[in-house]
């Protein structure tokens, strides 16, 4: 089935349900309370979330702010970039670059290291250079020390073979390193291609059968010339166009070295100061953010540790194999074929963050992930209708597969289950829950009874607990305070008629495989690209084959295939630690490389 006769099938779907669900509400209006199961289940997992957070804040008596650190710790920064502008990439890299520590000055410092990579080379709208030529002409153009071509770097998740340009440098006393990808293939590729090198550097392994030699040899070379012969112990991940409050990293760090099954920490989301106060988009948004983090992240964080979207604006990564083997990466980076479902091929570019934790936590569910307010990053919100709707089309499409596959998961908490159902049910019956509101506020006014009073409180506990984040949960000054209380009124005021239309917006857009008008660009003689965000599917066969001195890629036979996952895993390993001492064996090498290749194919993620 193609995917417009699947989009149209799940739209049919639901329009059916909810007329369905609409007609028999109001036909028999007076029997309401036969529709409370579908009514009062999202609400009362909100009023158990509330008070189960309430419950942790009053036992909770340190305030994290007021702790420190005491030992150092090495870490890397990833910066994806596109099509930011010259002032967002320079606001960025300055944010990270002058982050204060709460480690004792008698001791060590941190080491880090930033690694920016350019997503191709195009140019931004309103920009008078492409994105690659505003960081190596005009932000980091004094400071580069040294520059590398590689014509065929690493195999993406199309089996195509990209060309890098390395650049290393220092910019405010902060080492540096510029990946510029000749082509672009999307934010994924760029965290998969950055996770697996610093994996293989903790590793010490001087080889991978999708990276060219060459390549990881220099990468590592310069990592060792910054950390020597420490391991890199977390990967800090944000977006070109967000401002890292001064101790953001230093709460990242904080959270995340508690326990030693956390391997992921999300901070926490605030709009932009750049951004109008005033703007109908930013009162919306700011009590949305405000909201969701402050109520369901921290749910996720306090009562199962197993937050499911680490907001790749503001996170950190433990560097293990849990959050950056081969295993979990070549999930993560599954490209769909044509076969694949419409509900797959969302996944693979929308809400990246929220899919590699939802794989990890269904992979490894011994793992756990985390998140503190008190890391603030803040980020630019869209102001106008075009660019919000692509925004919530990819945001609402991306959460609602990723909670569907958490759903059906092996290894998902049964509560979070509970959670993901109850994000599904509220999307899928939108109208009906509109509906089903004017029906109950008319049932109060025209025949008041006990039970529309007990839901009327698990419908109010959760708009109660909204008023209090500023005084009990995220303590802001008074006239942060007054500013946010202004901003909810506004999202209550408007808040489901909006859900509706994104929804409905998403839901009639589905099959547009693409970033949208978030991702605007202008097309010039200088730009070489290969725009992933229009995916085209293509079957194993009909793949391009790649050909490189550094990464060979033939169709010759193996013996020994196999489709499973760990045959590969530790075929690879075994080239690695030199099991088979034969690393000059390109036969090997290409037999690994193709079978992995395969198996990333055939996962069913």
Known sequence: MSLIAQKYSIISSIYLLNISLSFLLVY?????????????????????????????????????????????????????????????LTNTLNSLTTQITSIPSNLKRDTNIMIIVCDGKVKGKGNNKSTDKILIEDILNKDITNKITYSNAYITWENKSNSIDLYSG?????????????????????LVLVRRLLYQFNLNMKFHPLISI???????????????????????????????????????????????????????????????????FTLYQNAEYMYAQCLKRQQQSLMTHKVNCLSGCVQILKICNETCGDKILNKFNYKPIETDNILKQIRSYASEDRNHVCLMMSKYPYVETVQTLYANAYTLVPMNFDIFFSQRRRWNL??????????????????????????????????????????????????????????SVLILIPLTYALLIPIFIKPMIFREALYYWFSYIFYLSVNTLMNILTNLYAI?????????????????????????????????????????????????????????????????????????????????????????????????V
């Open 28 to 88: 028999y209006s007076s029997y309401w309370y036969i529709f409370l199961p579908i009514l009062a289940y999202a609400p009362l997992l909100s009023s158990i979330n509330v008070f189960y957070i309430l419950y942790k804040k009053i036992m909770t008596k340190t305030n994290p702010l007021y702790t420190y650190r005491n030992e150092s710790t090495e870490y890397a920064f990833v910066i994806p970039t596109y099509n930011e502008s010259k002032e967002e």
């Open 508 to 604: 009639f857009n589905m099959e547009k495989l693409k970033w949208g008008k978030t991702r605007q660009i202008e097309k010039n003689d200088n730009t070489n690209e290969n725009i992933s965000e229009n995916i085209s599917f293509s079957s194993v066969s009909s793949m391009s084959s790649v050909n490189s001195n550094s990464i060979s890629s033939n169709n010759s036979n193996n013996s020994n295939n196999s489709n499973s996952p760990d045959f590969f895993d530790d075929k690879i390993e075994d080239l690695y630690i030199g099991k088979n001492n034969n690393l000059n064996n390109l036969n090997n090498l290409n037999n690994v490389e193709d079978n992995l290749y395969l198996y990333s194919r055939e996962t069913d």
């Open 214 to 280: 060459d390549f990881l040899s220099e990468v590592r070379n310069i990592l060792i010339s910054v950390f020597n012969d420490e391991n890199i112990k977390y990967l800090i991940g944000t977006d070109a166009d967000t401002v890292f409050e001064i101790n953001c990293v230093d709460e990242l760090i904080k959270e995340i070295s508690k326990n030693k099954n956390t391997v992921g920490c999300v901070g926490f989301i605030k709009i932009s100061p750049l951004c109008n106060k005033f703007s109908p």
């Open 170 to 190: 220092i910019y405010n006393n902060t080492p540096y390193i510029l990946i510029v990808k000749e082509n672009n293939y999307g934010k994924r590729d760029s």
């Open 398 to 455: 991306g959460t609602i597969t990723n909670d569907i596959l958490l759903l059906f998961s092996p290894n998902i908490l049964f509560y979070e289950r509970l959670s993901a159902f109850a994000n599904i049910l509220t999307f899928i019956l939108a109208p009906f829950i509109l509906v089903s509101t004017v029906i109950f506020i008319k049932s109060i006014i025209e025949n008041p009874t006990m039970l529309m009073l007990y839901l």
